[in-house]
């Protein structure tokens, strides 16, 4: 009887020890004295975005976090770790993740079809558009810690100065 115990417990320690996806523990609040929300994505750490937002989805695949404010304006917010995408390499900087982000994204909206339009850049981030039909999309994307960023702001309600600026903001916090 103990033999079968021991085997079927390093027969669980094995499976339990060659998976390399990592689980993520998710939850998000509102600070009112604060006014900012917090997208706790625990082992990575945490996304603080100003204002009042409430979570509506989540995409597991591209691991995006869906917003809205009460203006209906919808964000969405992504923290990967960089060795988590295809062209990584340890010997990249940070502008050299990013631009390879970019690059590689921005192969997959052209071959759909969609204008790109690279709007600002930093040694660190490109914030950059998306349009086509029914899509305007501003995104932010960024590297610093091993982290990379995805940032996007879905809305007509935001001129496109106040989307970079909030952009450039959810970068510098986080």
């Not at 750490?45 to 597991?60: A, C, Q, R």
Request: with cysteine.
């Amino acid at each position: 009887m103990s033999f079968k115990l021991l085997k079927l417990f390093l027969i669980s320690l094995v499976v339990s020890c060659s998976t390399s996806k990592t689980s993520l523990l998710i939850s998000d609040t509102y600070n009112k004295n604060e006014n900012k929300t917090t997208l706790n994505l625990v082992p990575y750490g945490t996304i603080e975005m100003p204002g009042e937002w409430t979570k509506t989805t989540y995409n597991e695949i591209s691991r995006q976090h869906f917003f809205v404010d009460s203006d209906s304006t919808t964000i969405a917010v992504t923290k990967n770790p960089q060795n988590n995408y295809p062209f990584y390499s340890d010997k990249m900087t940070n502008a050299e993740f990013t631009r390879e982000f970019f690059e590689w994204e921005k192969q997959y909206y052209e071959d759909k079809g969609y204008e790109i339009e690279e709007k600002s850049v930093d040694n660190n981030f490109i914030i950059w558009t998306v349009v086509g039909k029914n899509t305007n999309t501003t995104f932010l994307y960024g590297a610093k810690h091993k982290f990379a960023f995805n940032f996007a702001i879905f809305t007509d309600n935001w001129s496109r100065d106040k989307q970079f600026e909030f952009l450039h903001l959810l970068f510098d916090k986080n």
